[in-house]
Structures are given as C-alpha cells and as structure tokens.
C-alpha cells in the first residue's frame, strides 16, 4: 500500500510550490484543478489531473477515489481577497468548498488531512500581544469578509477533528515568494514597483512569509502534525515602508514617497472602485489598509518545535521572486 497525495488549489501559488515539491520527493501526486484553468500548463509533469470543482461535490468523488493507496490531502483552494466584491463565490469556496472536501474525507476514510486556513481566522488581539494558536473559531470574532469564511471553515474542521478525523490546521500570514504564475496582490506589488506605477506607500506593516517555508510546514504537518491541533505558519513582522525599499533595491526601481495610512484609508474606497473598473488588482484597499494598521504579531513556536518549521529572511524571499520573475520575462528589467 502507497500514500497518495490529494492536493487541493493546485494551480494556486501556495498550491503550485506543495506541487513542486511533492513531486521533486518523488510522491504520488494528485491535483484536483477547475475545468479551463489557465494556469495549468505551469503545473510540473508528472502528477494526476483530475478536472472538479470544490463547490461542486458531485465533481469530487473521482478526485477521492483510489485502490489500495493512503490518501493524504492538502486542502489549498480557497479564494484570498482583500476587496469587498464576489462575497457569495468567496463564500462558496472558502466554506462550502472545504465543508464538501471535510465531509468526503471522512467518507473515504482518509489518513491525514491538512487544512490551510489564515492568521485572517484568528481573533486580533490589542497591539503589542503577540496571538498564538486557538481552539475554537468563530465569524463573529474576526473583521471582513475574509477572515469570517476563514474562521467558519476553521470551525467545520475542528469539529471534524472532535469526531475523530484525522486533521490539523494551518495558518499562514502574508505569502510572498517565487512561484505565483498568477498575479497576488504582493506579485503585483513586485510588478507595480518595476514599471513605476506605485506613486505611494503607506505607513504600517504586516507579517510576511515564504510560500516555500509555508510549503515545507505544510508537508511536516502531514507527518508530524497533532489532530485537533493548529499551526501557525508565519514569517516576520515588516513595516511597509521597509517593505517597499527592500523590493526596490532588489529591483532597482526608485522609491516611491510614504503617505500616512489615515489619507490612504480616506481614498481607498475610490481606489477600489477604480481598479474594479479596470479589472486590476487593487494594493491598497479598506480591508488591506485596516489589516497593515492593526496588530500582526504572531507567534511561529509550536510550528517551529512540532513541525521544524524555520521562515527564511525577507530579503532572501524578496531577492528569489525578482530572480524568477526577471526568468520569467515580466519585469520591464528582464534582459538586465
């Protein structure tokens, strides 16, 4: 009998890195992806397609189905917003998804499932304390959108957990790195800065992350990580305006001018209309400009004594991304 990785978001950043990695392992791989995803192609050779929906439950059961082999899944899909728009799709994903993709698990009797959640589902403490890991999750303790599906599908899972799956929680802060053929909102940062299209940052700050350590931890806690039991997966705490010199010197594009979070916070909403309009991503946003201004200490301990978990510097990450996306031709400095 073998192990079969199910691995959820596949094409995803966070997603596509776990894919890598499984693969260069040598693990049996399988990665659920929506039928007419663009950025299949970037996916590595080897692993098993198979073509479904999260939403749609009857799309799952092929995406389960194995003879004699372990299943270990990797529950990734989720849809990561900082604007205020498509809420019913946000909520269908990030909560109904991981409600059918729980429910099969225990149906197929799997052997381990890790599910990716976010700091987003914890509740914020006041600045200065530093939030570690918690037991129960509620919508009603997290502000935006976002973080009350996260939070409720953190609350499916821990039930689970009570009823006897096998699964352990992950929370990640910010992902940056390398790998994100799609375009995130720190990608677009990258990009933004290279064609000198960022009049302005903020003051603030916010805990970044590797998306490969975030990987690394992800992979640990198939093996190592406590049912019932939540990890969270964060890098450092970095001011943004640190944020930005450290990108641009990596870049060698001209730093922009601060402005303080008070005016940004003023204009976003026009901001957010815009981008909306021009079917671009928006930086800075009410929710992003709230989160950048409210407490982002969190502690990495239990995933660093139960899982090895060991984030790399900032300026490494900030120094890989440039390199991959310079390989990849999308920065106007590509030919440097």
């Not at 957010?272 to 200490?297: C, G, M, P």
Request: net charge neutral; proline share 5%.
């Amino acid at each position: 009998m073998g192990t079969l990785y199910l691995v959820t978001g596949a094409t995803g950043h966070l997603g596509n890195t776990l894919m890598q990695k499984l693969v260069s392992s040598g693990e049996k791989v399988r990665a659920l992806v929506l039928p007419g995803d663009k950025l299949l192609e970037h996916l590595p050779s080897g692993p098993e397609l198979c073509f479904g929906d999260v939403f749609d439950i009857n799309t799952l059961y092929p995406f389960f189905e194995a003879d004699d082999d372990e299943l270990i899944v990797i529950h990734c899909a989720a849809i990561v917003s900082i604007t205020t728009g498509q809420q019913q799709k946000i909520y269908n994903i990030n909560v109904q998804g991981t409600k059918n993709i729980v429910d099969l698990c225990v149906k197929y009797k799997v052997k381990k499932l890790v599910h990716v959640s976010s700091v987003h589902a914890l509740p914020l403490l006041p600045k200065g304390e530093t939030m570690t890991e918690i037991e129960e999750f509620s919508p009603l303790r997290v502000h935006g959108f976002y973080a009350k599906t996260k939070a409720e599908a953190s609350s499916y899972v821990m039930k689970a957990a009570v009823n006897g799956l096998n699964v352990s929680i992950v929370h990640p802060s910010g992902i940056i790195g390398p790998f994100d053929n799609g375009c995130s909102p720190m990608t677009e940062l990258f990009l933004d800065l290279d064609a000198e299209k960022l009049p302005a940052c903020v003051t603030g700050g916010y805990d970044f992350v590797d998306v490969r350590d975030v990987a690394d931890g992800i992979l640990s806690c198939c093996e190592n990580g406590r049912s019932g039991e939540c990890y969270i997966l964060s890098g450092c705490y970095i001011p943004v305006p640190e944020i930005i010199k450290t990108m641009s010197k990596a870049l060698g594009a001209k730093m922009p001018v601060t402005l303080p979070i008070w005016l940004a916070k003023a204009a976003a909403p026009f901001a957010e209309l815009y981008s909306s309009l021009s079917k671009k991503t928006a930086l800075f946003t009410s929710y992003s400009l709230f989160t950048l201004s409210s407490n982002s200490l969190f502690s990495n301990k239990k995933a660093e004594k139960e899982l090895g978990f060991k984030p790399r510097p900032f300026s490494e990450t900030v120094i890989d991304t440039v390199a991959w996306l310079r390989s990849r031709k999308r920065l106007k400095t590509s030919n440097i």
